[in-house]
C-alpha cells in the first residue's frame, strides 16, 4: 500500500513541475521578468527533494510535504489575484495538495512497516 502513494507522490510530484513550466512558459508575463528567471525561482526548488522523492526516502518526502504548502499558497493566491489563469493555479493547487497527503501517507505506512519488521 505504501508503493501506492508514494507513486501517487511522484505522479502529482511531476504534475506539479509540468503544470509550473506550461504557465510559466505559456501565460502572460510581465516583460520585465524574462521567462528563464521565472522558471528557475518556480522549479528550483522541486529540483532539491528530486533524487530523495524518486528513491523512496521517508525523510525526504516529510520535508517535500513542507515545501508544498508553499506551492500550495501560491495556487490559493494566484487563484484569487489572476482569474485569466484559474486552470493554472487550479492544477497548482491540485497537485501540491495531492502530493502533500500521498506524501504524508506514505510516511506513515512505511513507519508502520519497518516498526513491524523490527518487532519480528
Known sequence: MSVLFKQLALVSFFGLMLTL????????????FPTAAWLILALFPLL??????????????????????????HGIGELYSAPDFHIYASLE???SGLTFTASIIFIKLNAKLSKGSQNQ
Open 48 to 73: 532539491l527533494p528530486l533524487r530523495g522523492i524518486l528513491h523512496g526516502k521517508p525523510y525526504t518526502h516529510a520535508w517535500t510535504s513542507f515545501l508544498m504548502l508553499g506551492y500550495f499558497s
Open 21 to 32: 513550466i506550461c504557465w510559466i512558459t505559456l501565460g502572460q508575463h510581465s516583460s520585465n
Open 93 to 95: 493547487i491540485l497537485f
